[in-house]
C-alpha cells in the first residue's frame, strides 16, 4: 500500500448563504475557487486532496472529474454544520498518511502558504500546526495522522476542531506569517471583490 506524506481535506459543502451563489465555483485567478484550492495544496505537498462537497454537490462535480489525486466525498449532512464535512472527509483519507492538511473552499491560499506549514509541521513533529498572524491563527490547520480518531469524534456542541486544539496534551504549534494572507475568509460578496483587489498583493510568497 502506498505511503502518504500529507492528504488535504477541502470543505466545499456548505450552502453559501451569504454569498448567495456557490462559494467554489467563483471565478479565481483565471479558474474557480474551487480549482484554485485544490491545485494549492496539490502543489503545497499534499499528495491527495479529498474535496468533501455537499449543496453544490452537481454543479462542483465537473470539476472534480478524472482529476488525478482529487477524491470526491458528497456529504449528506451538510445542513448539520461544517463538522459534518470534515468528519466526511476523515472518512475518506487513505491509510498510511502522516500528516491531514484542512482548508475551506473560501479561504484561498496560495501554493507557498501550505508548503511553508506543513514543512514545518514536520520539521517540528507537532500534534498539530497553524499559520498566525498579528496574535490572531488562520488556516490551513494541520493535523498529525495519529489524530484521526479526534477529527472523526468532533461535535457542532464541542465547536469542531476546537475540541482538539482544547486537549491539555496536545503539542500545538504556530507559525508566524508577516502576511493576512492566512486570515482571509470570504463569505459575502464585499470580501469576495476586496479578496480580488488585494489578493496578487497578499498572496506574495515570503519563503
Not at 477524491?71 to 491531514?100: C, F, M, Q
Not at 508548503?115 to 490547520?141: C, I, N, Q, W
Request: one cysteine or more; hydrophobic letters at 40%.
Amino acid at each position: 500500500m502506498a505511503d502518504y506524506n500529507a492528504v488535504g481535506i477541502l470543505l466545499a459543502a456548505g450552502e453559501s448563504s451569504r454569498m448567495g451563489r456557490p462559494k467554489g465555483l467563483l471565478p479565481w485567478r483565471g479558474t474557480t475557487l474551487l480549482e484554485y484550492q485544490m491545485n494549492s495544496l496539490l502543489q503545497g505537498g499534499c499528495d491527495k486532496v479529498v474535496v468533501v462537497t455537499g449543496k453544490y454537490d452537481v454543479e462542483m462535480a465537473p470539476l472534480l472529474k478524472d482529476r488525478p489525486g482529487v477524491i470526491r466525498a458528497y456529504n449528506p449532512k451538510y445542513l448539520e454544520g461544517k463538522t459534518t464535512s470534515v468528519k466526511a472527509g476523515v472518512w475518506e483519507l487513505p491509510d498510511g498518511i502522516h500528516s491531514v492538511v484542512l482548508l475551506a473552499v473560501d479561504q484561498p491560499r496560495p501554493a507557498w502558504v501550505i508548503e511553508k506549514v506543513l514543512r514545518l509541521h514536520t520539521d517540528f513533529g507537532a500534534d498539530v500546526t497553524s499559520p498566525g498572524y498579528d496574535g490572531h491563527g488562520g488556516h490551513p490547520l494541520v493535523f498529525d495522522a495519529q489524530l484521526r480518531p479526534e477529527l472523526a469524534a468532533i461535535t457542532e456542541e464541542g465547536e469542531g476542531v476546537r475540541e482538539i486544539f482544547r486537549k491539555p496534551d496536545i503539542d500545538h504549534h504556530r507559525v508566524k506569517f508577516d502576511s493576512a494572507i492566512v486570515r482571509l475568509d470570504i463569505n459575502t460578496p464585499e470580501a469576495y471583490e476586496n479578496a480580488l483587489a488585494t489578493y496578487a498583493e497578499l498572496a506574495k510568497s515570503q519563503l
